[in-house]
């Protein structure tokens, strides 16, 4: 755990800072100088790329977690592996092009009248799409020599100073909104760039072509496993971001910024659960190479009681303060209160779950979390389809949290009849009896103080609340060396 601890330590690290200037963006900035259709635009367009790269992706970034360890020999040019990712990825993303030119008249139709700001920019989804791309496929192939700090750097902390950029542009009048469009679209294409750039200065981008004995006798495994994971990959994306689109089909892009907004709220929590899974992906799909099922059983473990603790006091600490963040945005934010707290339950879950898709995704039965994956999107469709037209945003957020819950359930009972693992242990059950009495004590006090005195020591107290007691039961020994080791520094 070694290499998890120190590099997932740093990654949170730049992840934070780049999640404070989020929040600026996202939360101040953007409701405050953007109509809230504009802000379901701007949401709308990343989570509409990020599914678009995954279909042109054709599943090579699942390919470079899964292979590149038999194709790891610098001396060889990784016998042109990286070189058939990227031939892969531009076969891909020519298709994937071509079918949406062909589908933009029944995408305009589906959002012509909810949403005509969507399909106004939809062009701009090509360059995102390619972007998102690029990005992806270095970043996992940086990842699997370590080198995970610069991708986290670009696009946690140099894209969003430069969306702090555009729209300050757009405050101060010196931009219209479709120059705001195009310099917010300039800045989500930027971090690509820097990582072929930065791939190149460090003798990293191999790119010569080599059909080598290893790569004939393999590539027909890789591509199979490819083309699973693209299916896999697309419906789990699908499956977190259905809602958000079908908000802005059924209700209209105004509901879909306050929604999109509430799932950027919970994002921070999410921050060192994709961390260590970017760490860790690399590390898993080696373990399974050497069949190490103990190694895999403790890093299983370790990965959820850590990720169930921050992830909780991270949601304390929203959730304990949302009315005061809520009062620095416009009224009708306030509307998606229940919709944060459904979702950062959700999420919760999906965090406590661990690295349970990493591990069947690398295994020998990834194909069957297709199954699962494909059946919870046709799960999350009915279920927005039914819960939307009742409780309008606050549907669409219960609908998502009762996906992630049966997903992750379905998820983690497949691994443990198949390899007898699994991320939980009973001491846990603490975590989610402290946070909700909490959670109670908390809507019980109102604002002591004003707002700029209230929200720290509501944090130290909800903070202090449930950690102490974490720590004292030992819900997660990796946390406590790691804090001991921490303050013995801090102390001596």
């Avoid at 590099?7 to 409701?31: E, H, M, P, W």
């Avoid at 999906?350 to 069957?368: C, E, F, P, Q, V």
Wanted: hydrophobic content about 55%; overall charge positive.
């Amino acid at each position: 755990m070694g290499i998890v601890q120190r590099d997932s330590f740093r990654v949170t690290i730049i992840s934070y800072a780049g999640a404070i200037i989020g929040y600026l963006n996202k939360i101040f900035l953007f409701t405050n100088f953007l109509d809230t259709d504009q802000v379901g635009l701007a949401n709308l367009m990343i989570t509409i790329s990020l599914i678009y790269a995954q279909v042109a992706a054709l599943g090579s970034r699942n390919i470079i977690t899964r292979f590149f360890p038999f194709f790891n020999d610098p001396k060889n040019h990784h016998h042109g592996f990286l070189f058939g990712v990227m031939a892969l990825a531009t076969a891909g993303f020519t298709i994937t092009t071509l079918v949406f030119l062909f589908l933009r008249q029944p995408f305009a139709l589906l959002y012509k009248d909810s949403s005509p700001l969507l399909v106004e920019y939809a062009v701009y989804l090509i360059p995102l799409g390619l972007a998102t791309l690029f990005f992806n496929i270095f970043e996992s192939y940086l990842r699997c020599v370590y080198r995970n700090t610069f991708p986290s750097l670009a696009h946690e902390v140099m894209l969003r100073l430069l969306v702090t950029l555009s729209i300050t542009l757009f405050a101060l009048n010196v931009i219209s909104f479709p120059g705001f469009v195009a310099v917010y679209v300039g800045a989500y294409c930027l971090p690509a760039i820097l990582l072929i750039t930065y791939s190149a200065l460090q003798g990293l981008l191999t790119l010569k072509p080599r059909w080598t004995p290893l790569m004939r006798r393999l590539g027909k495994i890789m591509l199979v496993y490819g083309l699973y994971s693209l299916l896999n990959n697309l419906s789990g994306f699908l499956l977190i971001s259905v809602d958000s689109l079908m908000v802005a089909g059924m209700i209209d892009l105004g509901a879909a910024g306050i929604y999109t907004t509430m799932i950027f709220m919970t994002s921070v929590m999410l921050i060192p659960y994709r961390s260590m899974v970017k760490v860790s992906g690399p590390l898993i799909a080696g373990l399974w190479k050497t069949r190490s099922m103990q190694q895999m059983k403790e890093m299983y473990q370790k990965a959820s009681a850590s990720n169930l603790v921050i992830g909780s006091a991270l949601f304390l600490l929203l959730w304990v303060n949302l009315d005061a963040i809520l009062h620095f945005m416009p009224p009708e934010y306030s509307a998606g209160k229940n919709v944060f707290l459904l979702l950062g339950m959700g999420k919760l879950f999906d965090m406590s779950a661990g690295l349970n898709a990493t591990i069947l995704i690398t295994s020998k039965k990834y194909r069957h979390d297709l199954f699962f994956t494909i059946s919870m999107v046709a799960f999350a469709l009915l279920s927005n389809l039914v819960f939307i037209p009742l409780w309008g945003i606050e549907g669409a957020a219960f609908a998502s949290m009762l996906t992630l819950v049966l997903f992750n359930c379905l998820r983690i009972a497949f691994i443990h009849y198949h390899f007898r693992i699994q991320p939980f242990v009973r001491r846990q059950l603490w975590v989610p009896a402290l946070m909700m009495a909490i959670m109670v004590l908390s809507e019980q006090v109102g604002q002591v103080v004003n707002l700029f005195v209230d929200i720290p020591l509501r944090s130290i107290l909800a903070a202090s609340l449930l950690l102490i007691p974490v720590w004292r039961l030992n819900i997660s020994p990796e946390m406590n060396r790691w804090a001991e080791k921490q303050i013995k520094g801090l102390i001596g």
